[in-house]
């Protein structure tokens, strides 16, 4: 038996039995376990003193603020955008998005994501509010002239918050991130992914360099034997051996490091195209840790 579901398994008995969950998770209507859960922690609220609150501000990961100077990483944010070409259209995303943003989009366990009792969680990645965001505008496009035929580029510099427990250097709880997503349609012989893969990574470099962080190294790791075409057009370091992000990806993923260290990551994801049910939509996904960027050397 798992940590968690030890843990679990004693809440459950504590609270009269495994059925309660039943009940919380299924039974009740989404407002209705909202009106619990809200009442749930205007009592515990209720409850607290100002020491508590102190207390718990001094020991909570969550709450702290980042060892980042905010100089640093305010120049590094203004730096990433600098690089933005005009056509990334830059979008001020919210701090929370809809319960199961990252773990229905993706392979991403709900746990590691901070969940709030509004059904919805707070952010843990920009890319996948801007999917939502990218699938909305293609749906719309789709319903006029013309179909779905122009890509979209977008962009975001967002705070997130991780909740799965993460140790090391550069290694933090809540970090900026700048991100960058392009939707849009299979022209067919892998056109779309040629010309964004190119694009995407072009930027990042440009933000890497932005930043002060000198060159760029790019690690290439095809999935897809039909990507093979894509990566050589990339230019880059083969990095067939890379095990994170399979499963997540689909054809073609990257990592983009500097100074020696991983600092952004990217790749093709099959979201839009379950968005809004049609296989025929691509869309690409890449961002840069500007925390890490920030730090000097």
């Known amino acids: 038996m798992t940590k968690r579901a030890s ?3 004693r809440v459950l008995r504590q609270a009269g039995g495994p059925e309660i969950l039943d009940v919380l998770a299924k039974r009740l209507p989404g407002a209705d376990l909202t009106t619990l859960l809200l009442e749930v922690m205007r009592r515990r ?15 909570d990961r969550f709450a702290a603020p980042s060892p980042v100077p905010f100089r640093e990483l305010r120049r590094a944010e203004d730096a990433a955008l600098s690089a933005l070409p005009p056509d990334f259209e830059p979008v001020t995303l919210s701090p929370v998005a809809p319960l199961g943003t990252c773990s229905v989009l993706a392979t991403v366990d709900q746990n590691k994501v901070v969940s709030t009792v509004r059904n919805g969680e707070v952010a ?20 006029g002239a013309g179909g ?18 993460v140790e ?3 290694r933090y709880a809540h970090f900026t991130l700048f991100a960058l997503v392009t939707a849009g349609r299979d022209t067919g012989g892998l056109a779309f992914e040629r010309q964004h893969a190119a694009e995407h990574l072009a930027v990042l470099a440009d933000a890497v360099r932005a930043c002060g962080a000198g060159e760029p190294e790019l690690r290439v790791t095809v999935l897809d034997e039909r990507f093979d075409a ?13 095990q994170s992000g399979r499963g997540y990806y689909t054809g073609l993923c990257f990592k983009v490091y500097a100074r020696g260290v991983e600092v952004g990551d990217g790749g093709f994801t099959g979201w839009t195209a379950g968005l809004l049910g049609d296989r025929k939509e691509r869309l690409l996904i890449s961002a840069l840790g ?7 050397e």
Request: proline share 8%; glycine share 8%.
């Open 148 to 165: 779905r035929a122009e890509p979209v580029r977008l962009a975001a510099v967002q705070r997130v918050v991780r909740a799965q427990h």
């Open 45 to 59: 609220a209720g409850a607290l003193a100002p020491a508590d609150v102190l207390r718990r501000y001094g020991q």
């Open 230 to 242: 894509v990566a050589d057009g990339l230019g880059g370091t083969p990095d067939p051996d890379r």
């Open 7 to 9: 843990a679990l398994d």
């Open 124 to 143: 843990a990645d920009p890319t996948n509010a801007l999917a939502l965001e990218a699938a909305l505008r293609r749906r719309t496009a789709g319903d």
């Open 290 to 296: 500007l925390d890490r960027l920030a730090m000097p």
């Open 168 to 170: 090391g250097a550069a």
